[in-house]
């Protein structure tokens, strides 16, 4: 269980931020796009009212129609969702509310307020667009992610897959099968810090080095006994006679702890 949860912790991890960064391509960035480039027209509206209206004196119908004739710009290069029309979507309708316009400090902001409300946009907009670089790089990165996601479920099923055990002299551990007798050297320095340790085969057996990972196959619980990690190497050692290589044990009053090369089995 030690290994299992990390691996789908953190399978699950890359998932989500492999989803998070596909949405902010598909649908997040061009969305705020969307949404800054409304509020601009308003932002374009709220000046236009001054020069038109309070500099030129138009009257709420000459105000009515200017803002009928106008469209939300929507530069090339900026992805807006699908349903939008780039080429032809129309200033909204609040634009052309000429009492909401001339409210004394409020104009086209007190316009945004309503409008924003109604269609559930923030107050106020990201501080600028998203160009296609910045959407192709949440592509990337979210690609990258669902990729680290497979390598990680990828370990995970070939984990699952596998064991360490030791019956009648035969090792299983690492994918590989062999016999305690196979084992040339057994090096012990981080079994008890870390539940590793690497067997050595002999040359005649093609000298590979075998990793027998306790802490992945078995653990250390002593509920989990006769079956845990500590019980298997306990059982390899009572059979092993080859050569060990561990630390010697720190004495209680003090001292540095030293290899040792013991050829016998402890």
């Not at 691996?7 to 998070?20: E, R």
């Not at 990972?213 to 845990?228: A, I, M, V, W």
Request: proline share 5%.
């Amino acid at each position: 269980m030690w290994f299992t949860g990390r691996a789908v912790i953190m399978a699950l991890m890359f998932l989500g931020f492999g989803v998070y960064f596909y949405y902010d391509a598909s649908t997040g960035y061009p969305q705020k796009n969307l949404e800054f480039f409304m509020h601009k027209a308003f932002v374009d509206a709220g000046a236009l009212f001054d020069r038109e209206v309070s500099g030129n004196g138009a009257s709420p119908q000459d105000w009515e129609r200017t803002v009928l004739e106008r469209t939300v710009e929507f530069p090339e290069g900026y992805q807006v969702p699908s349903g939008v029309d780039r080429d032809a979507t129309p200033w909204p309708d609040v634009l052309a509310d000429y009492r909401l316009m001339s409210a004394p400090g409020k104009g086209w902001s007190a316009a945004w307020q309503s409008y924003s409300g109604e269609k559930r946009y923030p107050i106020k907009p990201v501080d600028h667009p998203y160009d296609a670089s910045k959407i192709f790089e949440q592509w990337v990165a979210g690609s990258i992610c669902m990729v680290l996601a497979l390598v990680a479920l990828f370990f995970l099923v070939r984990t699952r897959g596998r064991k360490m055990a030791l019956k009648e002299g035969q090792v299983t551990a690492a994918g590989r099968v062999f016999r305690v007798d196979d084992i040339a050297r057994l090096d012990l320095r981080r079994w008890k810090m870390k539940g590793l340790a690497i067997a050595t085969l002999n040359p005649e057996c093609g000298g590979d080095r075998i990793r027998l990972d306790g802490l992945t196959y078995g653990g250390f619980r002593k509920e989990d006994s006769p079956n845990n990690a500590e019980d298997f190497m306990k059982a390899l050692l009572s059979l092993y006679r080859g050569e060990v290589v561990d630390y010697e044990e720190v004495p209680e009053s003090g001292g540095t702890p030293a290899r040792k090369d013991d050829e016998d089995a402890v």
